[in-house]
């Protein structure tokens, strides 16, 4: 079964022992995230704060989208358009991505984040900052080499936002998956294919543990810090789709050579980079322990959650 929601107990389970609060201080009172771009990722981490205590700001650029914020017990804030309640914030996190301008955050609230009083700030990016490494493996320290335009804009990104005078954490997704994403509705109205491309791997991972992940960091800040999120086991892209159908009792989706392949633009660039990335820093530093560390664990976990 998929594990439920985390409780505050297991919450702190995930924290390393030293990094917990003292006994009579679990409940963290006065804290306030402001999610800039509340995203799928951080309605994930809002979950967790949530049930702790925390009062959660999210922005949406979207007014018809507010009662939906509210249901999840998040405050809603029209953004841009309103000021980003940056005095009530202790924590911030923002998961904007960059447009051909730059960092449209950064653009236009520069100065009042640094002159917050901020205790941690959360900046979610890509591995593509890593660029194509035909199937090698990076970790934090590789060296930065993009070899899109998506993933320059993100090596600008982080170099402005770690400009700043702010508690910065940098978190270098990979491909992110969950309930609500994941491969079961093409396979079941048989729209999957399996695009087979040599040597091609991609890293992926849970949006429940890129929940935890920040979680613990918050509960641990290390300003300047800067992690890759995945999981153990960076795969071919339809070895996924096949062990989906085989879930599912499904015939196995046809395989098309990437070449004769008709993919948009979008998805014919992930096919330009492959590489396989490491996530050691996240279990030693932060000491987290994946929920679902390779993509089966993951695909049965969702599979029950979306039975």
Same mark, same amino acid.
């Given at each position: 079964?998929?594990?439920?929601?985390? !409780?505050?107990?297991?919450?702190?389970?995930?924290?390393? #022992? &030293? /990094?917990?609060?003292?006994?009579?201080? =679990?409940? $963290?009172?006065?804290?306030?995230?402001?999610?800039?771009?509340?995203?799928?990722?951080?309605?994930?981490?809002?979950?967790?704060?949530?049930?702790?205590?925390?009062?959660?700001?999210?922005?949406?650029?979207?007014?018809?989208?507010?009662?939906?914020?509210?249901?999840?017990?998040?405050?809603?804030?029209?953004?841009?358009?309103?000021?980003?309640?940056?005095?009530?914030?202790?924590?911030?996190?923002?998961?904007?991505?960059?447009?051909?301008?730059?960092?449209?955050?950064?653009?236009?609230?520069?100065?009042?984040?640094?002159?917050?009083?901020?205790?941690?700030?959360?900046?979610?990016?890509?591995?593509?900052?890593?660029?194509?490494?035909?199937?090698?493996?990076?970790?934090?320290?590789?060296?930065? !080499?993009?070899?899109?335009?998506?993933?320059?804009?993100? #090596? &600008? /990104?982080?170099?402005?936002?770690?400009? =700043?005078? $702010?508690?910065?954490?940098?978190?270098?997704?990979?491909?992110?998956?969950?309930?609500?994403?994941?491969?079961?509705?093409?396979?079941?109205?048989?729209?999957?294919?399996?695009?087979?491309?040599?040597?091609?791997?991609?890293?992926?991972?849970?949006?429940?543990?890129?929940?935890?992940?920040?979680?613990?960091?918050?509960?641990?800040?290390?300003?300047?810090?800067?992690?890759?999120?995945?999981?153990?086991?960076?795969?071919?892209?339809?070895?996924?789709?096949?062990?989906?159908?085989?879930?599912?009792?499904?015939?196995?989706?046809?395989?098309?050579?990437?070449?004769?392949?008709?993919?948009?633009?979008?998805?014919?660039?992930?096919?330009?980079?492959?590489?396989?990335?490491?996530?050691?820093?996240?279990?030693?530093?932060?000491?987290?322990?994946?929920?679902?560390?390779?993509?089966?664990?993951?695909?049965?976990? =969702?599979?029950?959650?979306?039975?």
């Amino acid at each position: 079964m998929e594990p439920a929601t985390p !409780t505050l107990g297991q919450f702190t389970n995930w924290i390393p #022992v &030293e /990094a917990r609060p003292r006994r009579g201080h =679990l409940r $963290l009172m006065g804290k306030t995230l402001l999610s800039i771009g509340h995203g799928y990722s951080a309605r994930a981490l809002a979950r967790l704060l949530i049930a702790k205590g925390w009062t959660v700001i999210g922005t949406t650029r979207s007014p018809e989208k507010m009662h939906q914020l509210k249901a999840q017990g998040v405050e809603p804030l029209v953004w841009p358009g309103s000021p980003l309640s940056l005095g009530r914030a202790t924590h911030v996190l923002s998961s904007v991505a960059p447009d051909k301008n730059g960092d449209p955050v950064l653009s236009e609230v520069a100065d009042a984040l640094q002159s917050a009083n901020l205790e941690w700030v959360g900046y979610l990016s890509t591995i593509g900052v890593y660029g194509n490494r035909d199937g090698d493996w990076v970790d934090e320290t590789s060296e930065l !080499t993009p070899s899109t335009r998506r993933g320059k804009a993100r #090596v &600008e /990104a982080e170099a402005a936002w770690q400009a =700043l005078d $702010l508690p910065l954490h940098i978190f270098r997704l990979a491909g992110i998956y969950g309930p609500g994403r994941g491969p079961f509705a093409k396979v079941q109205a048989g729209k999957a294919r399996r695009i087979i491309k040599k040597g091609q791997v991609f890293s992926r991972i849970h949006v429940d543990d890129i929940a935890q992940v920040l979680a613990t960091s918050i509960a641990r800040p290390n300003p300047g810090a800067v992690y890759n999120v995945c999981d153990d086991d960076p795969a071919p892209p339809q070895d996924v789709i096949g062990y989906a159908a085989e879930l599912l009792g499904l015939p196995l989706p046809e395989a098309i050579a990437f070449e004769g392949a008709e993919l948009s633009p979008m998805a014919r660039s992930f096919y330009a980079e492959s590489k396989r990335v490491r996530n050691d820093r996240i279990k030693a530093e932060l000491g987290v322990k994946l929920r679902y560390p390779d993509y089966k664990s993951g695909l049965r976990g =969702l599979l029950a959650h979306e039975s």
